[in-house]
């Protein structure tokens, strides 16, 4: 059963249709990533996926449960809101600005929610977020606030929060945009752990390299529609449509 | 953002012990006739101050009331201002804005007389039963709430959409969202402007003379007639200062409590 199975998403903002049909489908322990030009509505699907965005047309599941279903004239029909809050179990999102809590401390922004909403144990979440924090290399700074941190270590974080509820898959909206290089390579290389842990991941990114090097499935997208989807060797490396040999000649 | 370190600490405090100090030395006095001519005269001059200060005592207990009053009522009712302000319904939205409007585009003073003479002269309500004190506080409140709410307003709007959404992805309910982790970093971020409305309500109080509620500034205004001295003016003018003191020295040590984050 797939994780996550979207079907002619349509989306419009006014009168400018952003997504036009999108049909995206993730397995269980597969690593999806989303490439294409800035305004091509990758943004948009993944906040779609999320729940951050209402779709106008299409059905989505997760996990087999519908969040999102058809009427008869394809016109989305979105479940209650309490099934929706109990689906976002099944999910965690990575910002590109992290959007951390700056008023709670590192451990609180993590054990907050899986405490709050989902009522889960306290000893056991905070057990859990510890061991999180670990691997994200962050054993340290439990205590600390956003502030005092660097961006790199701001992500690392922010995955820790999105990891808590050990969702069925992680996403992550240019989880790099906002750092240097450097930082990069910091989050970059906790992605890959993931990635060879199997969790399934979509990820959205310019990171090209990066993306062929992690990804079971690249997916490109441009004015709303998927163009070319496949291994990295096929997209990245011998891409068959034009419009996607171009976009990505400008890879470094 | 430190708005009140205008004085360092020091002449704070002095300023503070000298006046403390003086009316412990003049209350201290009481047999002045036996004191030397010099020290008569000027025994007879603290013993003066320390019958206006006593005098003044009750008209400041109601402008004490009527400061904690207005801040009990107005903080809540102007986050509800806020909220209607910000309400997508239009008609909801533009009454609360045309509200604001008036409540801010009027002279308080105005308020107070429309809030205390209205039910009389509209509705031909007796004021026997209506203390002059109620109006006032009704118009605090009324006036307050207003200003309350557009800083709230602000304060709210300044909060990154990311916040939401990052609420949102984790399962927090919109009232979780917004008590839990909107309202937290929005009361951090309007502490300065608060203060400053704060300070304006203290002196504020003393408009509640116009609907003859007796606090400070209304006896201040009596003695200084009575006694055709300025002495009175002066002593309301302290009590006034000395209050708004120590309204600065609370709001600064709470931002400083509040800025273990940024």
């Known amino acids: ?252 | 953002m430190k708005r009140n370190n205008f004085l360092p600490s020091f002449v704070k405090l002095s300023t503070l012990f000298v006046f403390f100090a003086s009316s412990v030395v003049v209350c201290a006095i009481d047999n002045p006739q036996e004191a030397t001519s010099v020290w008569s005269g000027v025994a007879e001059f603290w013993q003066e101050i320390c019958g206006i200060v006593n005098t003044l005592g009750k008209g400041v207990l109601y402008s004490i009331g009527l400061f904690f009053l207005t801040i009990l009522f107005a903080f809540p009712l102007g986050l509800i201002v806020a909220f209607a302000r910000m309400s997508k319904n239009p008609i909801i939205c533009n009454v609360t804005r045309v509200y604001i409007s008036i409540m801010r585009g009027t002279p308080l003073m105005l308020q107070l007389l429309i809030v205390y003479f209205g039910p009389y002269y509209v509705f031909g309500m007796s004021l026997k039963n209506y203390p002059e004190f109620m109006a006032a506080v009704i118009a605090f409140v009324l006036n307050y709430s207003a200003y309350f709410a557009e800083i709230y307003r602000g304060g709210i709007s300044s909060i990154p959409v990311g916040q939401y959404e990052a609420a949102n992805v984790l399962g927090y309910s919109k009232n979780q969202t917004f008590f839990k982790i909107i309202l937290p970093q929005v009361i951090k971020r309007i502490l300065p402007p608060v203060t400053n409305e704060v300070i304006t309500l203290v002196k504020d109080t003393s408009l509640a003379q116009v609907i003859a509620v007796v606090e400070t500034f209304t006896i201040a205004k009596q003695l200084a007639n009575a006694q055709a001295s300025m002495l009175p003016l002066i002593c309301a003018g302290v009590y006034y200062y000395i209050f708004n003191f120590i309204v600065a020295m609370a709001m600064e040590r709470i931002e400083k409590k509040l800025n273990y984050y940024r």
Do not use: W
């Open chain 1, 1 to 252: 059963m797939a994780v996550l199975d979207i079907k002619n998403l349509h989306k419009s903002f006014g009168e400018i249709e952003v997504l036009k049909g999108v049909d995206l489908s993730v397995a269980k322990g597969e690593v999806v990533s989303i490439i294409g030009p800035s305004g091509s509505g990758k943004s948009t699907l993944l906040r779609c996926a999320t729940l951050l965005e209402r779709m106008d047309k299409g059905s989505m599941a997760y996990l087999g449960d519908y969040a999102v279903q058809e009427d008869a004239s394809g016109n989305s029909i979105y479940a209650s809101n309490d099934e929706l809050r109990k689906l976002k179990r099944h999910f965690g999102l990575v910002f590109q600005n992290f959007n951390l809590f700056p008023h709670y401390s590192v451990i609180k922004n993590i054990v907050d929610a899986p405490i709050t909403v989902q009522h889960r144990n306290k000893a056991e979440v905070y057990e859990k977020a510890r061991e999180l924090l670990d691997k994200m290399g962050l054993k340290e700074r439990e205590n600390y606030y956003p502030h005092q941190l660097s961006g790199g270590q701001q992500q690392r974080v922010s995955i820790a929060r999105a990891l808590i509820n050990d969702p069925a898959v992680l996403f992550f909206d240019e989880p790099t945009s906002a750092l240097d290089p450097e930082l990069t390579q910091e989050v970059l290389k906790i992605i890959r752990e993931l990635a060879d842990q199997k969790t399934t991941m979509v990820i959205v990114t310019h990171e090209m390299n990066f993306a062929a090097e992690v990804s079971n499935k690249i997916v490109f997208i441009d004015q709303g529609v998927i163009v070319e989807q496949g291994t990295p060797e096929e997209v990245i490396y011998s891409p068959k449509i034009k419009r996607t040999q171009e976009f990505l000649a400008h890879r470094k």
